[in-house]
T-cell receptor, first 114, second 113 residues
Framework: EAQVTQNPRYLITVTGKKLTVTCSQN?????MSWYRQDPGLGLRQIYY???????DKGDVPEGYKVSRKEKRNFPLILESPSPNQTSLYFCASTKRGLVNYGYTFGSGTRLTVV | AQSVSQHNHHVILSEAASLELGCNYS??????LFWYVQYPGQHLQLLLK??????LVKGIKGFEAEFIKSKFSFNLRKPSVQWSDTAEYFCAVMVDYGQNFVFGPGTRLSVLP
């Protein structure tokens, strides 16, 4: 089944403890992206990647890192999480040339930083 | 920078009522437009999309949307809502061949049985 898989689905952590949220897609998509969803703000793009080793900042990149060493994986790294990063995170992917068809989204990761 | 606005934060309807959710975007060039739906506790799913051709597009579950270029709008409609349409709806704009995919803040729809 074609899908975008995020792990974990739920995570509670303490301020300052480094964490990684994984994202993997099995559709051979070039484009991948991370969003955070907050009430009243919709989805805001954190980082995106056009292909392997090509990443760029979205609208709200502060406090986050990403890497794209392989086409299928696009992990989101929080080096020192803070409470304002408590949010619902979505990974998404789409294929170059098919971007008109929109992104396929993962099931989300709900992160709480205490 | 591109932006997307949605007219209503929360809409409450009774079953069988007609629905129209407003969406406006700010971008002067060619855009691709989307509506996504997020059912409670689930991820976003594509409802419908527009990228060229007939400005009236039909999506899944009886939804449709009309692109009015002169008004920079892409409103979502459904003639008769059901309780199962209770969800949050997001309008989104894609520009620059996918480098910029901007979502609106969302409209929560509650349908009363």
């Amino acid at each position: 089944e074609a899908q975008v898989t995020q792990n974990p689905r739920y995570l509670i952590t303490v301020t300052g403890k480094k964490l990684t949220v994984t994202c993997s897609q099995n559709m051979n998509h070039e484009y991948m992206s991370w969003y955070r969803q907050d009430p009243g703000l919709g989805l805001r793009q954190i980082y995106y990647s056009m292909n392997v080793e090509v990443t760029d900042k979205g609208d709200v990149p502060e406090g986050y890192k990403v890497s794209r060493k392989e086409k299928r994986n696009f992990p989101l790294i929080l080096e020192s999480p803070s409470p304002n990063q408590t949010s619902l995170y979505f990974c998404a992917s789409t294929k170059r040339g098919l971007v008109n068809y929109g992104y396929t989204f993962g099931s989300g990761t709900r992160l709480t930083v205490v | 920078a591109q932006s997307v606005s949605q007219h209503n934060h929360h809409v409450i309807l009774s079953e069988a009522a007609s629905l129209e959710l407003g969406c406006n975007y700010s971008y002067g060039g060619t855009v691709n437009l989307f509506w996504y739906v997020q059912y409670p506790g689930q991820h976003l799913q594509l409802l419908l999309k527009y990228f060229s051709g007939d400005p009236l597009v039909k999506g899944i579950k009886g939804f449709e949307a009309e692109f009015i270029k002169s008004k920079f709008s892409f409103n979502l409609r459904k003639p008769s809502v059901q309780w199962s349409d209770t969800a949050e709806y997001f309008c989104a704009v894609m520009v620059d061949y996918g480098q910029n995919f901007v979502f609106g803040p969302g409209t929560r729809l509650s349908v009363l049985p």
